[in-house]
């Protein structure tokens, strides 16, 4: 009886520990970061031009697997995204603020093609912090800009190349959509194309 005993301690030791290594493997941190460009538009109801530019995107967000069935995996994340150092001058004095920031809520499905690679799709939706342009005329014609909260659905796919057990590399592309003309867009579709690192524990 006594013999058994730190064999029973041993393994009440062990399973916590068990069970946390295969929890910490179910987590990712992501560190995104790359361009967005945005074209030339004229302010709706004017003949004011806001010209292009390019702005700093990044996504830093948290993804947690809830699900794994044969190779692919089912992640819920939190995707807070930002485009920002975006301003633009116009035809006309003034300029224009096209950064925005959204946070969405949404899944993930990841499946790998190869041992360290995996390709992945993934949709949310959230809200949004947004600008528009709109001229002034007092004391002279000008222009600048407007903010606006909005909703937000976004959905978009990427590769993971795992580096090691803890870092990967991941690029994707992911459409934030929005209002129409909102941040430098013309349309309802805010592309955000990115790329880093991801931190798996």
């Known amino acids: 009886m006594i013999k058994t005993l730190p064999l029973g301690f041993l393994l009440l030791a062990l399973l916590p520990g068990g069970a946390w290594a295969q929890l910490i493997q179910n987590s990712d941190f992501f560190f995104l970061f790359g361009p967005r460009s945005i074209p030339s538009q004229v302010v709706p109801g004017t003949n004011a031009t806001v010209y292009g530019a390019t702005l700093l995107g990044d996504s830093v967000g948290y993804g947690y697997q809830v699900a794994r069935r044969s190779a692919a995996s089912l992640w819920l994340e939190y995707v807070p995204a930002f485009a920002v150092h975006g301003i633009s001058t116009a035809s006309i004095p003034g300029s224009v603020d096209n950064s925005f920031n959204a946070f969405t809520l949404g899944v993930r499905i990841m499946i790998p093609v ?26 002279s014609p000008n222009v600048t800009s407007n903010s606006t909260a909005h909703g937000v659905f976004d959905f978009g796919g990427g590769v993971d190349f795992r580096l090691s057990r803890h870092w990967s590399i991941r690029g994707e592309v992911r459409d934030f959509v929005s209002g129409a003309g909102l941040s430098g867009s013309t349309g309802v579709h805010h592309l955000l194309p990115v790329a880093g690192v991801a931190l798996h524990f």
């Open 114 to 139: 190869q041992s360290r690679i995996s390709v992945y799709g993934a949709l949310g939706g959230g809200g949004g912090w947004f600008h528009y342009a709109v001229v002034a005329s007092d004391p």
